[in-house]
Every structure is written in C-alpha cells, then in structure tokens.
C-alpha cells in the first residue's frame, strides 16, 4: 500500500526508530480518531547506571526529542497530503493532581504491540529496552493494527527496584489490567522528578530506574 511505503519512509527501518499501530477505541480521542502510530526512537547513545551523568542523561533526551518530533511533523504532512484527519496529542501532563496527559503514549504503546509496561511503570521494548523515547499521532484512518502485549516480560528481575533510592518501585509484574499505583508510588516518582525543574527547566526521569534494565542489552537471565 502506497501509504505504508511513505509511512516507512520516514520512520525508517526498525533499525534505530521502532513503530507500530494501535487501535484506540479505547481513549477518549475515539469519536474522532480510531488509531494512533506510535513511534519509539532508541537513544542514540548508550549510558549505563555506572557512566551516569545527569547532564549527558539530559542532553541526550533533548537530542532525541527534537528527532522524534521530526519524524511525527513528516507524518503529520504526509496524512495532511492524503486528506487523512489528524492529531498530535501533547506529551506533557495536563492535569497535575492525577499526573495524566490527555493521551497516554505507553498504553498505546503497549496496544500496538511495542512493548510492556515495566516494574519501573515505563514502556520496555524487546530491542531497546526502556531506552525509547515515545512519539505518537492519531488518525482517522483504518490502518492495521499491531497484536497487543498483555504481560509483562520482566520476570524476577530486580534491577530497577533496586536502582531508584527512593523506594518508588514496588517490584510488581504489570499485566493489562494494572492500575499505575500497584507498580509503583507514582506521586513520590513526580515528586522527584520535579525537583529537575530547577536544572533543567523541566520534569525529568532520573535515568536509574532506566539505565539499570537489562532489556535492550542483553535479555535477562541470558548471555
Ligand atoms: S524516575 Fe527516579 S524516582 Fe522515579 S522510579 Fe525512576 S529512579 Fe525512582
Ligand atoms: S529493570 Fe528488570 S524489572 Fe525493571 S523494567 Fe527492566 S526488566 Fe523489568
């Protein structure tokens, strides 16, 4: 299909930008939209919990933002060219008692069949891990869809429990049905998280939770 050719175009081949199709007849967004194209670009530099550095951990976010958001404003004017209907739903929480944005990225994610959701609440990808920065656009148009994940692949491990210094994460394997606040105390988390407001102008993930998961480096329990 001539459309998918051009999708394909400008996300490229899998081989740094992962992509996939969800169905959102789920979201609020559905009487105007029925998918979204979720994009999860991998960071193109790799750190590890044993390099961290706040600063480098910052600027490489921004370098990644600034491509994924390249990569959505194409698609964008790809489905504009088509006719196709569209919206580019804001990243940021709108409401900051529930700490929700409008459209969650992850749950999409995990619809189109990206990922799971990991102990440490963040989407985690076979190929890279939970180090994805996430895009997304909503269309009407009917796109085929990706097979959903509805387990969690993390098993025993550990790591990003042990990894956050704040006692965030509750060590509990997601499944479809869980409710953010059985993973993890996500209140303490943007409490923390804020406090990048300071340096960096915004929230910001510290980065342990993250750099510690064995996704994306090697599977766990494997060589
Ligand atoms: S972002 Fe920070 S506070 Fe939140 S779970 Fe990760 S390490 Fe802990
Ligand atoms: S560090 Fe381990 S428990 Fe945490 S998200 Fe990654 S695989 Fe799951």
Known sequence: MELIGKIIEIVGDRSDTLWSISDISYSKFKEDFTRAIILAQHYNHFISNAEYDEKEYH?????????????????RNLFDQYGIKNFVPPVAQTDEIELVAPFSFKYAA????LGWIGKNG???????????RLGAILVDFPLICGKPIKESLCGNCHACVDACSWGVIKGVNWNISSRREELLNYKLCNKKRSEYIKTNSRKHTCGYCILACPWGIKEPGKQ
Request: proline share 3%; net charge neutral.
């Open 59 to 75: 600027d490489i976010i921004l370098e990644i933002r600034m491509s994924i958001d390249q990569k959505i404003n194409l698609l």
């Open 122 to 132: 963040v989407l985690i990808t076979r190929e890279f891990g939970p180090r994805v």
């Open 110 to 113: 995990v619809q189109s069949g």
